[in-house]
């Protein structure tokens, strides 16, 4: 069986990694660091007047050193919160800055839905999961399956999908990164996805031919015919994995955060969540998505001494939009780790490359499974966990 890392579509991978070695941890207090590090950070952390302050921090000279990084932010930001007019100026201001970033794909897909209708997200529901994250959703004619994923930075529909959704496609892609390979297709927008008694309407979608979307490994093979993006969730302003990832819920039928909510903050492939190690603190992505967490190499200073004692070499086939592949990785036999004050023990986790965007750690729907109740309130920018 090979393990089912992600169905991630990343539109922007910033040249400048937002927490690599020796950068900020984005979780602590701002006193002491380079007012303009302080700054880009408090934007990735959903500051409401921080984006503002970034913006006109960059029209006064002499710019900032992380300008691109900047222009960057700015650009995947605005994508993402409809403010598509000004991702377009923005993305073009970071592509002058470094053309061989991934603001290219961006601006390509936001010049496509610019003159579209916004999306818009409306009610609440409570929804049954099934193993892969898989909620029952209608769109269209389609009544089927959709993966609700916190990895995927734009949903993804397969042809036929697509047709029977009644997808308004609006042009070609250029190359996506997905986490095995670059994709492409075409950009459409979904008119309207029911989610029980919830609506959410006008979503761009990056539409794949259905053999694309269809893993094979050996004698497995994995169907993907609707991913439903993070920023789609998100308009609902608060979603929760609840009773062992037996149930998602969306709106107001989410909890409210339990004591102990830690920051939750934006990162170049989603969101972003502290895990704490009895060594330190970084910052892990949260991917429902993938099947099975896993850990970076700078995760390994997190770890007690005991438990980097059990460290081994090993292999794994890891799978994606872009296929399957097979990557040469250390495995840890147990990890003692802190999740937002709850404890988090995992077994037998693979220990990957440290990844160009620097967190620590892919925390995927084996997590979900661990709490009763797992809450994002992107109103708030907090996470928590109820055990």
């Known amino acids: 069986m090979f393990r089912f890392a992600s169905v991630l579509i990343v539109l922007v991978i910033l040249a400048g990694p937002a927490q690599a070695a020796g950068s900020p941890d984005f979780f602590a207090p701002r006193a002491g660091l380079n007012a303009d590090t302080a700054l880009y950070l408090d934007a990735w952390s959903g500051q409401k007047t921080a984006v503002e302050r970034l913006r006109a921090r960059l029209k006064r000279a002499p710019p900032p050193a992380d300008a691109y990084d900047d222009w960057s932010f700015l650009c995947d930001f605005e994508y993402h919160t409809s403010q598509y007019t000004r991702a377009i100026a923005d993305c073009k201001k970071a592509i002058a800055l470094n053309a061989h970033g991934g603001d290219a794909n961006t601006l390509a897909i936001v010049k496509l839905v610019a003159d579209q209708p916004l999306p818009r997200a409306h009610g609440s529901a409570r929804l049954p999961v099934t193993k892969g994250v898989h909620v029952p959703v209608t769109a269209g004619v389609y009544h089927g399956m959709a993966i609700a994923d916190t990895g995927a930075q734009v949903s993804v529909m397969m042809q036929s999908v697509a047709k029977a959704a009644q997808v308004k496609l609006l042009g070609a892609s250029r190359h996506v990164d997905s986490t095995t390979a670059p994709v492409s297709g075409q950009i459409g927008l979904i008119p309207e996805v029911k989610l029980g008694d919830a609506v959410v309407r006008n979503i761009p979608v990056l539409v794949l031919p259905d053999a694309q979307l269809t893993i094979t490994a050996g004698k497995e093979t994995i169907s993907l015919p609707f991913i439903l993006s993070l920023y789609a ?155």
């Open 233 to 387: 969730l998100a308009d609902f302003g608060r979603i929760a994995w609840l009773d062992h990832d037996k149930w998602l819920a969306l709106g107001s039928a989410a909890p409210h955060v339990f004591p102990g909510a830690v920051p939750m903050l934006w990162h170049p492939n989603g969101i972003a969540v502290p895990l704490q190690g009895p060594c330190g603190r970084w910052a892990a992505q949260f991917d429902s998505g993938a099947d099975i967490s896993y850990l970076y190499d700078n995760a390994v200073s997190l770890l007690s001494a005991a438990d980097r004692t059990g460290i081994v070499k090993a292999k794994r086939k890891i799978g994606g939009v872009g296929g399957v592949v097979e990557q040469e990785i250390r495995r840890v036999p147990k990890a003692e780790l802190t999740l937002a004050g709850q404890p988090l023990r995992l077994k037998n986790l693979d220990i990957a490359a440290e990844p160009k965007t620097g967190e620590a750690a892919r925390l995927g729907e084996d997590v979900l499974a661990s709490y009763s109740a797992v809450v994002f309130d992107f109103r708030t920018m907090t996470f928590s966990i109820s055990p």
